[in-house]
């Protein structure tokens, strides 16, 4: 059927400038730019990416947003007409890629953090000593002492980490190879973690498992006793913020020879990981998985859980809890996918902010939040996030899209198609050579390190000198342009208040 | 090695077979087994493993070569995930058998519940066998994606097996001793006769299992199979607009 849909985005070529070099076309990988004589753009292939324009010696190429008007109409919004006509040509159920683009509040940006003046004085972190590890794991009730000195209590495995920034669950598959070396490498170097997702862990990373998060989901891939004792962790992932309650498919034009090696399925055929573990139906069931994850690393490996932030998530985190994992990993309805039907990823979940919160008090108000760590994504996007989820109850922050634009990427959204012209979301060999995984891993070292920078002035602001101290302090955090309702959630008070 | 595990917590049990398997224990009977979970899990060493009672869940989850042999009935979650070896059930078992299995035997005297041989899978040389001697329950075969099922049906129950076979089925093949009536069977499915290398393959594992279990091979392969696969490896390519 021939299409009605209106190009999105509009490429515009100053062809005085231009030197007919023709790198641009080279560089499009959505076939948007074509060479007749001219550099002639295809303005509906156009998902505005940037690389032609960042490529361009001559800076003669700018996107701009098509700038052709929809007759007025709040309600039929330009998105929902054209989502009409897409699916009108096709009946297919929309696929999109990355996090949750609505308008839905964004409550990071109604917290404030409290400062130190005067009469408790503050710390400079640029003279005084300023911790930000931290330990992943299941923590003791109490210590029991054996004479003076040696400790009794036998201890849950833990897992250090030098910054509470931990990179997020995308599979080798969803991202490309250079871009997970890369990330491993990163986490090696600034002391954290990196997630294999589902995809089975590529021989070339193995070298880094001490700083891997190996993932056990539904579908299995790549999950053998040799894979989970390659980890600093294990990770059981029930779901994921973008798209709770689905599974996941990796389309069979993605599966080479090189992921086929490393999910252990055969070259060409569709990966797909059932919407739930069929072995896993109840908390009970979840526990026996656990347990028997726990048994083939001979209880030398935290486990981990990672659930979509939901409704019940409270509820659901305390049988967690109790099944026996050591971390909870709770993803909010921002978090991204490399590919989810729009409708999961933009209508379903809950913000992270208030699940968080959510999930804290309820550990809490049943005595047992020292049994698990808890880490959580779902649209962290500055290092004040990551302070404002610690206030609020986390013990560290996870990282996906960030990570992906520290490596490259623009956001455009079309993740899912395979055609990244930056070279992470996609298999084809000519684009994954356009991320130098050396290059990816210093950008990200980078980032971590700027983060690391501006917690460390933040907690030197707020007087103290460990992330540690600061974990569930919601007394430094103020709300503001909130309902009472939403603070109470929240746990804080509104900006105005004192003690 | 012989043990005695009566009363015994499975984490000491399995510690013990662990600790015994590192220091070069190549064999193992454990008496007055009841209900201990995760027997053989993550082991990676070629072990036999003689059980003498009923295992509890998850025997030789993510397990990696071991032999073990079930003198009596075993619960859910057998061969969990499991990459290589061996087990033989002279009895009944749960439900979830072979689960993401991706290598290895499991054979199995008598009957099995639901869901067995969800999302099985095959790599290369690695081709994950289950043969079950009597009926099976509900989602046989369920997001099967590689391997073999063969279902056998011999103490002559009815229905040989339950709804829902083989849906979102998408690798693999499915070998029934008998009929499937069509309204069993999930969307994903077709019915074919068997070739004769079909039934070269299934002779060659049967022959094995009918001498485990002391059947007639004959009278076992003399009986009309139904082989079971998938319209398509992507079935749901055309789901998705981009």
Redesign the interface.
């Known amino acids: 059927m021939e299409s009605q849909l209106p190009a999105e985005f509009v490429v515009n070529v100053d062809h005085e400038k231009c030197r007919k070099c023709k790198r641009c076309v080279i560089n499009c990988s959505f076939s948007a730019i074509e060479f007749k004589d001219k550099v002639t753009p295809n303005n509906r292939q156009c998902v505005a990416c940037h690389r032609c324009a960042t490529f361009c010696p001559e800076n003669a190429i700018t996107i701009t947003e098509n700038p052709l008007d929809y007759k007025d109409g709040y309600n039929w919004s330009p998105e929902i007409r054209k989502n009409i006509l897409k699916q009108a040509e096709s009946g297919g159920i929309i696929l999109t890629g990355m996090g949750n683009p609505k308008p839905y509040p964004i409550y990071w940006d109604h917290m404030l953090l409290d400062a130190c003046q005067v009469t408790n004085p503050s710390i400079d972190p640029l003279r005084e000593p300023m911790e930000l590890r931290t330990y992943l794991g299941a923590k003791p009730e109490c210590l029991d002492f054996d004479g003076d000195v040696s400790l009794k209590t036998e201890l849950a495995p833990q897992v250090k980490i030098d910054i509470p920034v931990v990179f997020a669950a995308m599979s080798y598959g969803a991202i490309s190879l250079n871009a997970h070396k890369a990330l491993a490498m990163a986490a090696t170097r600034m002391g954290t973690l990196m997630n294999t997702g589902e995809g089975g862990l590529h021989e070339d990373i193995a070298q880094y498992s001490d700083r891997i998060i190996v993932q056990v989901a539904s579908g299995r891939f790549g999950v053998t006793s040799k894979y989970l004792n390659s980890s600093a962790l294990v990770e059981i992932k029930i779901g994921q913020g973008a798209k709770p309650g689905i599974g996941g498919h990796l389309p069979g034009e993605k599966v080479g020879e090189d992921i086929s090696k490393t999910r252990m399925i055969p070259v060409g055929t569709d990966a797909l990981s059932p919407a739930p573990h069929h072995d896993i139906y109840s908390i009970e069931d979840l526990s026996q998985l656990i347990y028997a994850i726990k048994e083939a690393t001979d209880y030398k490996k935290p486990v981990s859980v990672k659930i979509a932030a939901v409704h019940n998530v409270a509820a659901i985190a305390s049988g967690i809890v109790r099944a026996g994992a050591d971390i909870v990993m709770i993803d909010g309805f921002r978090g991204g996918t490399g590919a989810a039907p729009m409708i999961i990823r933009d209508h379903v979940g809950i913000p992270i902010e208030l699940a968080l919160a959510a999930v804290d008090d309820r550990l809490r108000q049943e005595g047992i939040r020292n049994r698990a760590s808890i880490l959580v994504g779902g649209s962290i996007r500055q290092s004040a996030d990551v302070v404002k989820a610690i206030a609020l109850g986390a013990d560290a922050c996870v990282i996906g899209t960030a990570s992906l634009i520290a490596m490259g990427c623009r956001v455009c959204q079309k993740c899912y198609t395979g055609n990244c012209a930056w070279g992470i979301a996609t298999q084809k060999p000519e684009l994954v050579r356009r991320l130098n995984p050396e290059v990816a891993a210093d950008r990200l070292c980078n980032l971590l390190t700027a983060w690391g920078h501006e917690i460390q002035e933040v907690l030197g602001s707020l007087g103290i000198n460990a992330i540690e101290s600061l974990r569930g302090s919601r007394e430094r955090l103020r709300g503001v342009g909130l309902n009472q309702e939403t603070l109470d959630i929240l746990g804080i008070k509104h900006a105005g208040i004192g003690q | 090695m012989r043990i005695d595990a009566k009363g015994m917590h ?2 000491p049990l ?2 013990k077979i ?1 600790d015994a398997v590192t220091a070069g224990e190549k064999e193992f009977e454990l008496d007055n087994i009841g209900g201990q ?2 027997i053989g ?4 060493e070629n072990v036999k493993i003689t059980i003498n009672g009923t295992p509890g ?2 025997l030789g ?4 070569g071991p032999r073990i042999i079930v003198n009596a009935n075993a619960q ?2 057998i061969a ?2 499991m ?1 290589a070896g061996e087990i033989i059930v002279h009895g009944s078992v749960g439900d ?1 058998i072979g ?2 299995m ?1 290598g290895g035997k499991l054979y199995i005297k008598g009957d099995a519940g639901y ?1 067995v041989g ?2 099985m ?4 040389k ?1 081709i994950p066998v289950i043969i079950t001697g009597g009926t099976a329950g509900d ?1 046989f075969g ?2 099967m ?2 391997g073999i099922m063969i279902l056998l049906g011999l103490n002559g129950k009815s229905p040989l097996v339950g709804d829902y076979v083989g849906t ?1 089925m ?2 693999g093949v499915i070998y029934v001793r008998g009929k499937v009536d069509p309204y069993h069977l999930g969307k994903e499915v077709s019915c074919l006769e068997l070739s004769e290398e079909d039934t070269r393959l299934i002779g060659s594992y049967l022959k094995e299992y009918c001498e485990y279990f002391g059947f007639d091979y004959n009278e076992v392969m003399g009986g009309k199979f139904t082989k079971l696969v998938p319209l398509s ?10």
């Open positions: 499975y984490r399995n510690k662990r979970r995760y899990d993550g082991l990676n869940n998850d989850a993510f397990m990696n859910d979650g969990n995930t990459n979830i689960y993401g991706r869901r969800i999302h899978k095959e790599y290369k690695q989602f369920e997001y994606a590689g979102g998408h690798g490896h992507r079935p749901y390519g055309n789901l998705y607009v981009y």
